[in-house]
T-cell receptor, first 109, second 116 residues
C-alpha cells in the first residue's frame, strides 16, 4: 500500500483567509491529482500535475508537485464559502490510484 | 449527459446475503474501478479494469468480486457481506487518453451500504 498523508485533516477558516493543504508520501508517483468532494456526491477532479516541480493555477487555487514527485500542495487564496468541501489528493502508479486521507475545509462567511 | 451511474444509492442488508451494486458509464471509457471510503482512511481501491474481460485487484479486494463483460458496466459483487464491509462505495471511470497518469477519474455519486 502506498500511503498518501494529507494535512491538516480538518480546517475551519474565515472567508478571505489563505490556506495550504499538504499531501505527502514516501513513494514516487507518475502524477498527482487533486479532487474536491461535496456531501452526497463523488469526488470531482480539480487538477492533474505530472512533472516534478510543476505549478498549476486554477483561479484562486495554486497546485504544486514536489521536485521528487512524492508530495504536493494546494494553496487557496482569499477562501470563499463555496470552497467548502473535502479535498483529496490521489497519486497514480502503474494502473492504480492511491488516495490521501482527505482535508475537510470549512470556510465561514 | 456524460455520467457514471451507480445503483442503489442506499442499501441495508444482513450478513451473508449476496448483493450486487451496479455501475454503468456512458462515456465509452476503457478504465473502470471501485473504491470504498471510510472515515480517516480516505478512498481505497477495491478492483479495477483496464478493458472488457480484464480485471485486477486493488488494495482491498478481499470479500469482493467484479466482472467486466461489457465496456459500459462494472458491477461490484459481495458474495457474503459482513459488517466490516459497511462503507460508502464509489465507482469511477477514465478514458485513459494520453496515458492513465494524465486521465481524470469520473466518479458516480456513491452507494452507502450497511451490513447488519
Amino acid at each position: 500500500t502506498q500511503l498518501l498523508e494529507q494535512s491538516p485533516q480538518f480546517l475551519s477558516i474565515q472567508e478571505g483567509e489563505n490556506l495550504t493543504v499538504y499531501c505527502n508520501s514516501s513513494s514516487v508517483f507518475s502524477s498527482l491529482q487533486w479532487y474536491r468532494q461535496e456531501p452526497g456526491e463523488g469526488p470531482v477532479l480539480l487538477v492533474t500535475v505530472v512533472t516534478g516541480g510543476e505549478v498549476k493555477k486554477l483561479k484562486r487555487l495554486t497546485f504544486q508537485f514536489g521536485d521528487a514527485r512524492k508530495d504536493s500542495s494546494l494553496h487557496i487564496t482569499a477562501a470563499q464559502p463555496g470552497d467548502t468541501g473535502l479535498y483529496l489528493c490521489a497519486g497514480n502508479t502503474g494502473n492504480q490510484f492511491y488516495f490521501g486521507t482527505g482535508t475537510s475545509l470549512t470556510v465561514i462567511p | 449527459e456524460a455520467q457514471v451511474t451507480q445503483n442503489p444509492r442506499y442499501l441495508i442488508t444482513v450478513t451473508g446475503k449476496k448483493l450486487t451494486v451496479t455501475c454503468s458509464q456512458n462515456m465509452n471509457h476503457e478504465y473502470m474501478s471501485w473504491y470504498r471510503q471510510d472515515p480517516g482512511l480516505g478512498l481505497r481501491q477495491i478492483y479495477y479494469s483496464m478493458n472488457v474481460e480484464v480485471t485486477d485487484k486493488g488494495d482491498v479486494p478481499e470479500g469482493y468480486k467484479v466482472s467486466r463483460k461489457e465496456k459500459r458496466n462494472f458491477p461490484l459483487i459481495l458474495e457474503s457481506p459482513s459488517p466490516n464491509q459497511t462503507s460508502l462505495y464509489f465507482c469511477a471511470s477514465s478514458l485513459l487518453a494520453g496515458g492513465i497518469s494524465r486521465s481524470p477519474l469520473h466518479f458516480g455519486n456513491g452507494t452507502r451500504l450497511t451490513v447488519t
